[in-house]
């Protein structure tokens, strides 16, 4: 049995699969629509895609066959072979899963693509199902085993084995945890696989089980006839101090550890959704969102929802948060409750976004687009209104995506996880992205500073000061503190990261301490941000750490403060790039300084912009020359219509040491019709260079 979409239409449709291979189309009232011969032998699996616009059925035959909306036949995807008791769609809609004895099969709805086929289980496969949200796969069999998979086959869990086979097996709608179901037992499982909790009706065995679209309840259909519904309790949430647990439908417990005191909460309809943080809990029921300060649990604002619909995410900053409702779509509120903007797009799926897809700051809201995975959304938080002429584009499948919390002098900054497994750094005002890391298993944000814990290759790896990338990539590196972290095992993930505290859940569920972080890379941010300099050179010399040095050096070449970036270059050792700031200092002007720090951190074009915006020719031309740039060089001498002469002598020269010769046409062009006199050039540079002073004493 399945309910036609209701992100689609009605949902007063509904499809059954009958043991005479027959489906039935039914109202909601249980009236049968229509009734299609589809299989020799019972009808086991039938299913609409998410987007409402096909059906498959497949059956004992061993034939999966895709129908439209109102029942007619397109075609025969598998012709036959072992029955067939579970299929379901793919989260693209373009792939079906299905059973084969033991093995599982991904099959394509292009015929010309090869199918992917594994051994998923010892017995006979049962119940397969696939998570629009988190891309996993969960299945079970006769083995009495429950398996979690990727897309690729690749195993990343195994259930020991139960007492009888595994029956159902059903994925929560977030994608968070997913549903078992066996002999007299029903279970619920992170989507890790380890067990949050386990039940035993006397139902007999269960042979379906279906969740309601806020992820909250369950009902599980019994062997016996009985009907089994489940209600999620007992979640914890935890931020500093505070301990936040689910009682049951419309109770809430809130334990401050500081103040050994306990605060009950009452709500009139049932929770379905919580988060705690930033110094407020917000608590979304059926029909209502209640904030709360932690200062005061007796008077929260109120606030109703519209269309009564489902709230299956929230997001919060320091200013505001974020209702993702799967009818209304996103809405971004204040503390206070006033609405300030709903972001939207066409085609936006607000009921897949989770905590991993959709992240908000002070300032903007980014999200994946679930009908293009390399898509990223930016959105303007005041407004609403969409950020650039269209989305970001990734070269992967995006899984994670995380904004920077502060307000910081660096910007924006976005954390971006992808299908590799491969961690990269956005600066949003340029939206340019740099490569951290690979083999990344699990990444946040401080919530004070802009650090950075990860999870890397089995190291525990803390970035201090990660906006190195865009500054300084040679000493990023050095910015980093590694640990072993084999302890926390495989698939562990960073739960918080609050001041000096990380917080990790290891695959068997336990939470465990990251161990000591130090809090100076925090207070050097802090000075950087206040420019002060002397403080930060000050702790730095105390403690004596490279890595604080190189954060110190990145800091401050991004604030141009070149004193405190030569003093904490010559500390890790960078004896050319200290020569470098040397020079730089010696340059009369603001915007020669400023442009060499551009080429300091890499960036020629915009070095050359400043220096093209102040009217500082000779040096945007002699830039070009000392990055080998020819063709630019010579393309600025000629518009500008001054120093043809000394590009034309410094390519000479520098094809003369190479022991080359001329082979630019237009260069040899200009080489015939342009006299070059050495002394000419030499002076006519020392008086650009004199020409710099006045503009030198101009600016004080």
Not at 24 to 37: F, I, L, Q, R
Not at 194 to 203: M, R
Not at 243 to 255: I, M, P, S
Not at 420 to 434: A, P, Q
Request: charged share 25%; glycine share 8%.
């Amino acid at each position: 049995m399945h309910w036609f979409p209701a992100a689609k239409g009605t949902g007063d449709l509904f499809v059954l699969g009958g043991t005479d291979g027959k489906f039935y189309m039914c109202s909601k009232a249980g009236k049968v629509e229509k009734a299609v011969e589809a299989h020799k032998g019972a009808t086991m699996a039938v299913r609409f895609n998410y987007e409402g616009t096909a059906l498959l059925t497949a059956g004992e035959d061993g034939q999966i066959k895709i129908w439209s909306k109102s029942g007619m036949l397109r075609s025969t995807l598998v012709p036959g072979g072992y029955p067939v008791y579970a299929a379901v769609w793919a989260p693209d809609n373009n792939q079906i899963l299905f059973t084969s004895g033991k093995n599982l099969v991904i099959k394509s709805l292009q015929p010309s693509n090869k199918p992917t086929q594994w051994k998923a289980h010892d017995g006979v496969i049962l119940k397969a199902d696939w998570n629009v949200v988190n891309g996993l796969i969960v299945s079970c069999g006769e083995d009495k085993k429950y398996r979690v998979w990727d897309t690729f086959g690749r195993q990343l869990y195994s259930s020991g084995a139960l007492e009888h086979p595994v029956t159902s097996v059903a994925w929560a709608p977030n994608g968070d945890m997913f549903a078992v179901g066996s002999f007299n037992m029903v279970g619920v499982c992170d989507k890790l696989g380890w067990s949050y909790a386990i039940e035993k009706p006397s139902c007999g065995s269960i042979f379906n089980i279906a969740w309601t679209p806020d992820g909250t309840q369950m009902a599980c259909a019994g062997g016996n006839g009985a009907v089994v519904f489940g209600h999620l309790i007992n979640r914890i949430l935890e931020w500093k101090q505070y301990r936040v647990t689910l009682l049951d439908d419309c109770k809430v417990a809130v334990k401050d550890y500081i103040q050994d005191s306990e605060d009950i909460l009452e709500f009139k309809d049932r929770v379905v959704n919580a988060e705690i943080g930033f110094g407020y809990l917000i608590v979304a029921t059926s029909g209502q969102c209640y904030i709360y300060a932690v200062t005061n649990w007796n008077t929260p604002v109120v606030m109703d929802l519209k269309k009564n619909g489902r709230v299956t995410c929230i997001q919060q900053c320091a200013e505001f948060f974020a209702l993702v409702d799967s009818t209304v779509g996103i809405q971004i509120y204040r503390y206070d409750g006033r609405l300030v903007s709903n972001p939207k797009y066409p085609g936006i799926r607000a009921d897949l976004l989770t905590q991993q897809t959709i992240t908000l700051s002070a300032d903007m809201v980014a999200l994946k687009d679930h009908s293009d995975e390399k898509a990223i959304y930016l959105f303007d938080i005041q407004t609403g209104n969409k950020i650039g002429d269209g989305p970001i584009k990734h070269s992967q499948d995006i899984t994670e995506l995380s904004l920077n919390k502060t307000n910081s002098p660096v910007g924006r900054l976005l954390l971006l996880l992808d299908k590799n497994r491969d961690l990269y750094l956005g600066k949003m005002t340029k939206t340019s992205f740099k490569k951290l890391a690979n083999m990344v298993e699990t990444c946040q944000w401080n919530d004070e500073n802009d650090s950075i814990y990860t999870l890397v290759d089995g190291k525990s790896v803390i970035w201090y000061y990660p906006n190195a990338v865009f500054v300084d990539e040679d000493i990023l590196p050095l910015t980093k503190v590694e640990r072993d972290g084999y302890a926390f095992g495989r698939n562990a993930q960073c739960v918080s990261f609050e001041g000096t505290s990380c917080t990790l859940r290891k695959a068997d569920g336990s939470l465990v301490s990251a161990g000591a972080i130090s809090p100076v890379p925090g207070m050097l941010q802090e000075f950087a941000k206040k420019k002060q300099w002397e403080e930060a050179i000050r702790i730095c010399r105390h403690l004596k750490q490279r890595e604080l040095w190189a954060c110190l050096a990145a800091m401050s070449v991004f604030g141009q403060d070149l004193n405190t970036a030569e003093v904490a270059y010559a500390n890790i050792e960078e004896i050319h790039k200290v020569q470098y700031i040397s020079y730089i200092r010696s340059i009369p002007t603001a915007e020669g300084r400023a442009a060499e720090i551009a080429v300091l951190r890499k960036q020629p074009k915009e070095a050359e912009s400043i220096l093209l915006s102040a009217d500082l020719i000779f040096r945007a031309i002699k830039l070009n020359i000392d990055l080998f740039q020819w063709d630019r060089a010579l393309e600025l001498a000629l518009k500008y219509k001054t120093h043809v002469d000394t590009v034309l002598m410094y390519r000479q020269r520098y094809l003369k040491n190479l022991g080359r010769y001329e082979s630019n046409k237009l260069y040899k062009q200009y080489a015939e019709a342009v006299e070059i006199d050495a002394a000419k050039i030499q002076k006519k540079m020392i008086m650009e260079l004199e020409n710099e002073k006045p503009k030198q004493k101009a600016a004080r």
